[in-house]
């Protein structure tokens, strides 16, 4: 089947399933894994050699021919749109089925394949138009899915920040395509490395993609717009929606010239993100908020990436930046992989006891082990563990920044600070996801929701597993994947086509089978001494307290106090305490609220000043006549003075 | 010598060896304080014991609390073999190795802190807490230190890095990554291993409620960690990897020897740290390791 | 001669629903009357006619570029005011009609008006007639609005009949013999008196800026849109505007000619965005989503004006602004309308959660917010790109920056609005109140058919369209 | 000729500032009126050529701005019970000041202004500069809706002054279709005024302020 077809298909597949998807859940679900395996089947062809795509229609959409591009760096998007549209559906169906939503969840089934179809044309679009309305499209096509739950308030307000956010950062983006037409002269996009006029462009579309990247501090939507949203909406914007963010980036950074300091700026919003994401991740209690946090982190990571590919660009298409790059790309992956894994856990968990917050919650592996064990799993490889895939792109990453520190490369100075930054952030990611995984699944339950939890059914379990053997196979064969990674890094960066690896990937293969092998022969080892010596089960021992409750557990806020008040000056935690006064003290409480530091801190005094403009003008139009007429003196007056000074000139 | 041979020489002797440093540690606390002290072998005789005695699991624990150690020695053992000894150089050496022994110690912290936080006890979560805390200021020190080394080698594998003549930053360096060790291996001033209840501990809280093997895992597996940052400290700031191997091994062993000395001279002299005072320590570590990349990036040359 | 029928046959239809002596069937004139008058219109803008009918009116390019917008408009709004009238079989219709009918006749006149003063006759008519319209709901806030819009309206543009006798004292003083056609006083060019035609031109754009509704002349509208029917706010959004904004167009092509014409950009350049900001800044806090509806129209008229100051492929794409503008602003007063019977509420205090009492409404009422807040792939998103593309190749990119962070809070005010009173809990009045009101297809269709026309105008632009406005901006720069 | 059209026109610049400083609504619509009538004959005083329809005009003018206006303000006024603007925005004094420094400044304008040279001496573009200021500054500064009526009547006899000057040049159909559009935009204003009185009880725009922001 050809290339075109495969694309047809999947679009009509996805077409059908929006529109149809919302009466019948069958079909719609055969639809959409019919478009998502067309998707994939497309994307991984190209990856796996085959040659790019391209089409022009000959009619024309919104006044300009449709162009649809598919070439390897879109491609190696793409397979996440399909691979995480295709499980997302399938989960949704046992996540969010019509019996329990029958409210919205005909409506969450168009939405997603509207979204999947949009993110799929952000990816083919080869035209500033058409790209814009696709953006626009998916933008609000994941605004209605994060507000399928719409009768709860906190949920309107998220999906109403989210919107906010992403219609600014769409409006710098049409700035950027309106910048680019201007200057070229079409709408059309590709590649156009030999103007360097266009350079300064760099930093509207950083701008607008950053925002929807979720760039700190441009992630001002993220937290909220991703807790609030059911969780496999959750998985697929923080998987791959913010992705696209980073897909502009990584298009525009390899099409357009970039300038002279964008792989300093991209190296510090990334180190930014990086460990304020994981600083804020650690400090949350909510378990989807702080996962939500760790995709700040993430993508403060690729940003780290992506910015030393820059620089290695720039500096004679270094090896330095072509690995660390590729550490980027397949970070891509990796995260939308286990974070999907991730939110759909956090699902599970919130499904099974309607609360998010981990301080109600624990000992859930008993109920729940199917979900335990691969939440375990997925903490285990966003905190980028070996022998998990999670360090894999991570460690390539490091490589890159290694390699480019020993180098003594031009820009090592930014670099060094870099690669600290990421061993910070690594350590406090470690710590967010034990937090994560032990405070839910681990101990006694606090709460009686917790106690009566329930194992979920295998229309959500089976999504989980297959992401969880994608993330195995990445890891335990990173070399599989190489050839792929080379392609698409080819595409980004002709100087950088070809075979080439210095990277030591079969080493670090081996050393992961390795550890691997030996991990499971040590821990059967150990298990079978234990039950040979004797395995009897007793209380946890107590220190000498004779009768702890499950609510004297650490609970998630103390497990992070002390990283936080590390913190504490960017975090601002916000505590209100009420300690236990007199002999026989009634009432003792602690109550601590991290608050969103940038939207409080930041966006809240400035929005009140603008809305103190508003309340002026306001003030100023209140129904008096006479007052009317003379603001229209006053713009008679402004107006002539305008063109008295311009008409004597 | 065959690379395979070579291989299980390199485990064997990590495995052996290991438990002798925390004996020596303690001869030398007893040598100061005047006592007679333990014997240097006694953890072996604790192990094997350990290795022979039944388990107690609480009734809150998952799988995950015999695994946690099991992962956590394999982590450790896997980190130690990526360390190069001297002209020996590593048997598996690859570029990139030094973050992946890095990780290794990171994945040995997950899963020790993860143990911990199975058990439900207030008491444990508070070490996990702590442990995976520190690790933070801790890990910023050894990626510095690392950032150092590749700086002044200009190589990013650990045999490479490690092999040649430490750099004028070499005495900061070496303060530095010795903070990290006594952090990282709960010694004073961070820790106190010789307690089991104080509340200002750290790693040794975690582990209240292992018993029998698992226990004699993370007794093993904490050995081997001491070992493996003795070794790299000493082979950051000697150039042991250029010597002939005989003279290689000598001072290789005189080395960690002394680092034994050291911790155990800190130990009986100096005080456990009050807890505040600790994130100020390992932030003088960190900054100490700082300085050497500073000097190392002036002198390093382009 | 076919382009006088354009005129003649609303007012014909006026005289004679004035006179008919049944309410039931009365408001069918509408109807009958917008759907001759579109289709000639659509006729006249496929095959436009040859020379102007007269020195005076005539079915001239700029004409041809807009008045089908218009034209549309009505005929849509007139098929929902059928069934609104219905609704309102308690007020008497006959004025109502036959006014509405009047202010088509004399807007198609304003529009194809080549003479000054008719222009201004005409624009005044129009102004006239939609008094009896304004307060057809009888209520003491309806005089009031009518009041103020006589009088902010009055005011603006008497002063635009003294920027009419300036721009011929202008002819006079340079020599010319005062002939107040655009085409006379446009040959005339560098040979009028210079001061005068710019004390003309403030006078003018401030005078139908008013018409308009240019900050700061705008605070008739919000009043005015709040308290008039739906349909009449449509009317008076999409076509009332349009006329003045076409008023506007022919002054700048005279001042133009007398090479004044980068003043004139330069003033209708800050209009527009002061317009921009004064709407932002109102829409960021607006509470009654009716008045909402008039602060989103000051900003697209701020958006029209800035890019008919870009001239070339910004006039154009303001032409293209004008239709997605009328059919847009149509789609939401309608809308609007529904959501304002159905709950009876005016503000966000009072209404909330109309998801549920009339879905349908609401869904339209929430896709007509992101067409007019320039969501693709709807017709604004098309036009405010190319007068964007426009501004940043005319190196007016601070502009352009400002246009788009006025967008945006345009965006948070309206979406703030349009969430709260379409999603939440209903108040419990507003459900039984909507229980009595019916969705059906009469109130439905219409807005629909706008949002598709705005979708249609966006997606598959018409050639005959293109080819329309791309000659009217000709028209107006071509001048020597 | 001149001497007597100049004279009409310091009437009627005499008169706006009357309106200004008086505080009594009927004699401001006296004055209102009375500047109307003085202004319908202006036509008469300038043309040399009196064409039967500038007559028409003229008396157009002067029957409805003499006496069909003022008798439906009066009505109103009358129905609403008030004879006097109590206490308006800008003072009687301060916009009979203003009045005055504006027809100072309009003498001073029109000078500077380029004018045809038969315009040089005329009182005519002064005077409408005055008086559409004296309008515009009654619009602004009254807070009773008939002296708000009264300063459009007297803003559009300013115009009306200015269109003079094109007499000869506007066709006269424009020049009778502009009358009737004022006249009825007027008239039409008289209605809502009618209306509004009916409806609140009062003639007074400061309760007219239920639309506000």
């Known amino acids: 089947m050809s290339m075109g077809r495969l694309i047809v298909v999947a679009i009509v597949a996805l077409v059908a399933a929006a529109m149809g998807g919302s009466r019948r859940p069958r079909w719609w679900l055969a639809l959409n894994w019919v478009g998502t395996a067309a998707l994939l089947g497309a994307a991984m062809w190209i990856l796996g050699g085959g040659a790019e795509w391209e089409w022009r229609s000959a009619f ?3 006044g300009e021919r449709l162009h649809l591009r598919l070439d390897r760096v879109g491609g190696w998007f793409l397979v996440l749109v399909a691979v995480i549209g295709g499980a997302g559906a399938a989960y949704a169906r046992g996540y969010w089925p019509d019996r329990e939503r029958p409210a919205s969840a005909g409506r969450g089934r168009a939405w997603w394949s509207a979204l999947v179809l949009c993110m799929a044309l952000v990816l083919l679009c080869a035209n500033g138009l058409h790209f814009l309305m696709a953006w626009e499209a998916f933008a609000l096509s994941a605004f209605f899915l994060i507000t399928l739950e719409r009768e709860r308030r906190e949920v309107r307000m998220a999906g109403w920040l989210y919107l906010a956010a992403s219609h600014a950062g769409t409006l710098a983006l049409f700035a950027f395509f309106c910048l680019l037409a201007a200057r070229t002269g079409s709408w059309d996009l590709g590649p156009m490395r030999d103007r360097p006029g266009l350079a300064p462009l760099f930093w509207v579309a950083l701008f607008g993609f950053g925002v929807k990247a979720g760039v700190f501090p441009l992630h001002v939507w993220l937290p909220s717009a991703h807790a609030n949203a059911p969780s ?213 339950a606090r709460t009686r929701v917790a106690a009566g939890a329930h194992e979920c059914g295998w229309w959500m379990r089976l999504p989980m597993l297959g992401l969880a053997g994608a993330c195995v196979c990445i890891a335990l064969a990173p070399l599989m994947v190489w050839p792929l990674i080379q392609r698409s890094l080819g595409t980004w960066n002709i100087a950088w086509r070809g075979d080439g690896t210095p990277v030591p990937l079969a080493a670090l293969g081996a050393a992961q089978c390795a550890l691997v092998a030996v991990v499971a022969a040590g821990g059967f080892l150990l298990w079978f001494r234990a039950r040979a010596n004797g395995l009897r089960r007793a209380g946890t021992w107590d220190c000498g307290y004779s009768a702890p409750t499950a609510r004297m557990q650490y609970t998630g806020g103390s497990f992070s106090a002390l990283a936080v008040g590390w913190f504490a000056w960017v975090l601002r935690p916000d505590r209100r305490r009420r300690w236990p006064k007199g002999p026989f003290p009634r009432h003792a409480s602690r109550v601590e609220r991290i608050p969103e530091a940038v939207l409080e801190r930041v966006i809240g005094p400035v929005g009140d000043v603008v809305m103190g403009a508003s309340a002026w003008v ?32 | 010598m065959n690379p395979a041979l070579e291989f299980v020489v390199r485990l064997v002797v990590w495995l052996l060896l290991a438990p002798l440093l925390p004996g020596i540690i303690n001869r030398v606390k007893a040598w100061v304080a005047g006592r007679r002290g333990p014997p240097v072998l006694q953890l072996y005789y604790d192990l094997a014991r350990l290795w022979r005695k039944g388990v107690v699991v609480s009734t809150l624990a998952s799988p995950g609390f015999i695994a946690g150690p099991a992962v956590a020695w394999v982590a450790i053992l896997g980190a130690a073999l990526l360390l190069p000894l001297g002209p020996l150089g590593a048997s598996p050496s690859f570029r990139g190795d ?91 001033p961070f820790d106190d ?54 003279a290689a091994a000598g001072v290789l062993a005189a080395g960690v020897l002394a680092v034994g000395v050291a911790i155990g001279l800190v130990e009986s002299l100096l005080a456990r740290y009050a807890f505040r005072r600790v994130p100020l320590l390992l932030t003088t570590g960190f900054l100490l390791c700082v300085f050497a990349l500073l000097i190392s990036w002036d002198g390093g040359g382009a | 001669m076919k382009e006088s029928l354009l005129i003649l046959v609303p007012l014909v239809a006026a005289g004679a629903a004035a006179l008919w002596p049944h309410d039931r069937t ?44 218009v034209s549309l408009l009505f005929l849509v709004c007139a098929a929902y005011g059928v069934s609104y009238l219905r609704l309102r079989a308690e007020r008497p219709n006959r004025v109502f009609v036959a006014a509405f009918l009047a202010a088509l006749g004399l807007m198609s006149a304003a529009h194809m008006a080549r003479h000054l003063g008719v222009l201004w006759i005409a624009t005044e008519a129009v102004t006239l007639s939609s008094v009896p319209l304004l307060h057809f709901n009888n209520t003491p806030r309806a005089f009031e609005a009518t009041w103020k819009y006589l009088l902010v309206g009055g005011t603006g ?212 917010l992101f067409a007019v807040t320039a969501c693709p792939p709807f017709g604004p998103f098309f036009s405010e790109l190319l007068i964007l593309r426009a501004a940043f190749s005319t190196a007016h990119g601070w502009s352009a920056a400002f246009m788009l962070v006025c967008l945006l809070l345009a965006f948070l005010g309206l979406s703030r609005v349009v969430f709260a009173v379409v999603y939440g809990r209903p108040p419990r009045a507003a459900r039984d109140l909507g229980r009595r009101f019916k969705e059906t297809l009469p109130v439905l269709v219409p807005p629909l058919v706008l949002l598709v026309l705005a979708l249609w105008l966006g997606l598959a632009t018409p050639d005959v369209l293109r080819e329309a406005w791309s000659s009217a901006v000709g028209q107006l720069t071509s001048t020597p | ?95 009979l000041l203003l009045g005055a420094a504006g027809l100072i400044g309009a003498v001073l304008l029109a000078r500077w202004l380029p004018l045809l040279p038969e315009h040089h001496e005329s009182l005519l573009v002064a005077g409408s500069i005055s008086t559409v200021f004296s309008g515009l500054l009654l619009l602004i500064g009254r807070s009773k809706a008939i002296s708000q009526v009264c300063g459009y009547l007297i803003l559009e006899n300013g115009i009306y002054m200015f269109g003079l000057l094109l007499i000869s040049s506007t066709p006269l159909l424009v020049e009778g279709g502009i009358l009737l559009d004022l006249t009825v935009a007027v008239f039409v204003t008289g209605i809502i005024v009618d209306r509004i009185q009916r409806a609140f009880d009062s003639l007074d725009t400061r309760k007219l302020t239920v639309l506000r922001e």
């Open chain 1, 60 to 62: 024309a959409v919104g």
């Open chain 1, 232 to 444: 496999h909406v959750s998985a697929i914007m923080s998987g791959v929606a913010i992705k696209m963010g980073l897909y502009g980036v990584v298009r525009f950074g390899g099409w357009l010239p970039v300038p002279a300091g964008a792989g300093w700026v991209l190296l510090a919003a990334g180190a930014t993100s990086a460990v304020l994401g994981s600083a804020f991740a650690l400090a949350q209690n909510d378990l989807k908020r702080l996962l939500a946090y760790c995709s700040v982190e993430n993508m403060g990571i690729m940003l780290i990436g992506v910015g030393t590919g820059l620089l290695g660009a720039g500096s004679g298409d270094a090896a330095w930046g072509r690995v660390a790059m590729a550490g980027a790309l397949l970070h891509v992956w990796n995260h939308g992989l286990f974070k999907s894994l991730l939110f759909f856990g956090a699902g599970s968990v919130a499904h099974a006891t309607g609360t998010r917050e981990m301080s109600r919650l624990g000992g859930l592996w008993r109920s729940m082990p199917w979900t335990a064990g691969l939440f375990a799993f997925g903490s285990m490889a966003i905190a980028a563990l070996p022998p998990l895939n999670g360090f894999v792109s991570e460690w390539m990453v490091y490589l890159g920044l290694l390699d480019a520190a020993a180098g003594h490369a031009r820009d090592a100075a930014v670099i060094v600070p870099a690669t600290m930054a990421l061993g910070l952030a690594g350590a406090l990611a470690l710590a967010a996801s034990v937090k994560a995984s032990a405070v839910v699944f681990l101990g006694a």
């Open chain 1, 618 to 649: 306001r003030r100023r139009q209140q129904g008096v006549l006479p007052d009317y007429i003379l603001y229209l003196v006053l713009g008679l007056v402004a107006v002539g003075l305008l063109v008295a000074l311009g008409g004597v000139a």
């Open chain 2, 98 to 188: 030094v973050i992946l022994l890095v990780y290794l110690l990171a994945l040995a912290r997950f899963c020790t802190a993860w143990a911990a936080m199975e058990t439900g006890s207030a008491f444990e979560g508070m070490g996990a807490a702590r442990e995976v805390s520190y690790a933070v200021l801790a890990e910023a020190a050894i990626i510095t230190a690392v950032l150092t080394l590749s700086l002044q080698s200009g190589s990013v594998s650990l045999c490479a890095m490690l092999a040649p003549a430490a750099g004028p930053g070499a005495a900061l360096l070496a303060v530095g990554l010795f903070t990290v060790l006594l952090a990282e291996n709960c010694r004073v």
């Open chain 2, 193 to 246: 291993p010789n307690t089991h209840l104080e509340l200002t501990m750290i790693h040794e809280v975690m582990v209240l409620d292992h018993s029998g093997p698992p226990l004699a895992a993370v007794l093993h597996g904490a050995a081997m960690k001491l070992l493996l940052f003795s070794v790299l400290l000493v082979q950051a700031v000697l150039p042991v990897g250029k010597l002939p191997a005989p």
């Open chain 3, 26 to 69: 009365r408001p069918w004139f509408l109807p009958a009357a917008g759907l001759a008058h579109s289709l000639l219109a659509l006729w006249l803008l496929v095959h436009p006619p040859g020379a102007p009918w007269h020195p005076w009116l005539g079915y001239d390019p700029l004409t041809r570029a807009v008045l089908p917008a």
């Open chain 3, 157 to 368: 543009i008497a002063l635009s009949l003294l920027g009419s006798f300036c721009l011929g004292y202008a002819s006079l003083h340079g020599g010319g013999a005062g002939d107040l056609t655009f085409a006379a006083l446009a040959a005339q060019g560098a040979g009028l008196s210079r001061p005068w035609v710019l004390i003309a031109w403030v006078l003018l754009l401030v005078g139908y800026g008013t018409k308009m509704g240019l900050a700061p002349m705008h605070t008739w509208k919000p009043d005015a849109y709040g308290e008039a029917p739906g349909i009449v706010g449509a009317m008076l959004a999409g076509g009332v505007t349009t006329v003045a904004f076409t008023a506007i167009l022919r002054v700048r092509a005279v001042v133009d000619a007398a090479g004044a014409g980068v003043v004139a950009d330069r003033t209708l350049l800050a209009a527009g965005l002061f317009s921009m900001l004064v709407a932002a800044l109102f829409l960021l806090s607006a509470r009654d989503f009716k008045r909402m509806l008039a602060y989103s129209s000051v900003e697209h008229m701020g958006i029209l004006s800035f890019g008919a100051a870009l001239g070339g492929a910004g006039l154009w794409a303001a032409f293209f602004h004008v239709w997605n503008n009328s059919m847009t602003k149509g789609a939401l007063f309608l809308s609007a309308g529904n959501i304002r019977r159905a709950s009876g509420g005016r503000t966000i205090d009072e209404v909330g959660g109309m998801s549920v009492v009339t879905p349908r409404s609401s869904a339209l009422f929430m896709t007509a």
């Open chain 4, 1 to 95: 000729m001149s001497g007597a059209l100049d004279l009409l026109t310091g009437l009627a610049m005499g008169l706006s500032l009357v309106a200004l400083g008086t505080s009594r609504l009927p004699s401001l619509i006296r004055v209102a009126a009375l500047q109307g009538v003085v202004l319908g004959t202006m036509p008469l005083v300038m043309e040399h050529d009196l064409r039967a329809m500038v007559v028409v005009v003229a008396l157009a003018t002067v029957v409805m701005k003499g006496v069909v206006i003022p008798v439906l303000l009066r009505r109103a006024m009358r129905t609403a019970n008030i004879d006097r603007d109590m206490d308006p925005l800008i003072g009687f004094l301060p916009s």
